[in-house]
């Protein structure tokens, strides 16, 4: 038999062999793999986040009463939320005033919490030259989160209440005559206590980000004559600001909408935005609770914005 006619008779044969040739395997293109293995990750997003979001919104342009919701558009929430601003301009409504009130204390807590969060972050990557000891003391930090963050703000009220043990201390000592009242339940309490609930977010990242740094760099800093200062200022933190920017966001997206600590630790007197949504909640105003919840949500975003400029967080990692 020729060779074309076993080609034509059996194509799937080598000419020359008695073996039959492989199927070429089908390949998917690989967007497509991309994709299938985003999938599952999307749905999640989607599901957990996405929907529920548009849920958030939708409702808060839904009317309600005493009792019930009233599914059907209306402003109502957004609008009982700035009622009266506009009449007392130039001055703060309370609203306004509870937002700015709001901003205060995320502030004071970003800016304590990333300044030990640095330092701590500095001591793990450039001190302990050990990678054990690395890991060791950052799974330290995390031994805090063992409890729940509601024991750990109560271990605060034995220290800092009026017979608590720091003023005892200090009347014992001389230093004052009587307790002083601003230790607890105030706006220190608050910040002292989101402090310690949050620093850990803030150092992992940068800990995170200092490790990747060449220690090349720095030598060669020192060798061009750089002092300690100026290798701190023009090497580490620059290549640091991925892990703070990161940092930041973790630590503000978190206090921006806190009202447990806030609650608790303030003695149910201090104001916050969280603190707003958790009272229209309660008094099953849900579409002003979902307003609100909008607004926190695009300040947030939008200082979240302003932070993502300073670094491309997608380009650096």
């Not at 709001?102 to 001591?123: E, P, Q």
């Not at 800092?160 to 706006?187: A, C, D, Q, T, Y």
């Not at 620093?199 to 220690?215: A, C, G, H, L, Y």
């Amino acid at each position: 038999m020729s060779e074309e006619v076993l080609q034509q008779a059996s194509p799937g044969l080598i000419p020359g062999s008695g073996t039959a040739r492989a199927a070429k395997p089908t390949r998917l293109s690989p967007s497509f793999i991309s994709w299938l293995q985003a999938g599952p990750m999307m749905l999640v997003f989607l599901a957990f986040f996405l929907i529920p979001l548009a849920f958030v919104v939708i409702v808060s342009f839904w009317d309600y009463n005493e009792y019930q919701l009233l599914p059907h558009f209306s402003g109502r929430g957004y609008t009982d939320t700035f009622e009266g601003c506009l009449a007392q301009l130039p001055e703060l409504c309370t609203i306004g005033k509870t937002y700015l009130k709001t901003l205060k204390l995320c502030f004071l807590v970003w800016a304590i919490t990333l300044f030990i969060g640095f330092w701590v972050a500095y001591f793990l990557a450039f001190h302990v030259k050990s990678k054990t000891w690395q890991m060791g003391l950052s799974l330290l930090c995390t031994i805090p989160f063992w409890t729940s963050n509601v024991i750990r703000m109560i271990a605060w009220i034995p220290l800092l209440g009026r017979n608590g043990l720091v003023n005892s201390g200090l009347m014992k000592m001389g230093l004052i005559n009587h307790p002083v009242e601003w230790l607890l339940f105030s706006e220190f309490s608050v910040v002292l206590a989101l402090v310690h609930l949050f620093t850990f977010f803030m150092v992992v990242p940068i800990f995170n980000s200092m490790v990747r740094i060449d220690k090349s760099l720095i030598e060669a800093a020192y060798d061009a004559g750089a002092s300690g200062f100026q290798t701190l200022v023009n090497v580490i933190i620059p290549l640091s600001k991925p892990g703070i920017v990161i940092g930041s966001i973790f630590v503000i997206t978190i206090v921006m909408g806190d009202f447990i600590t806030i609650g608790v630790m303030g003695g149910q007197q201090i104001a916050a935005a969280g603190k707003i949504i958790e009272t229209r909640v309660n008094a099953l105003q849900f579409p002003a609770a979902a307003a609100n919840a909008v607004i926190l949500l695009v300040i947030t975003f939008l200082i979240i914005t302003m932070m993502s400029r300073i670094v491309d967080i997608k380009k650096e990692l």
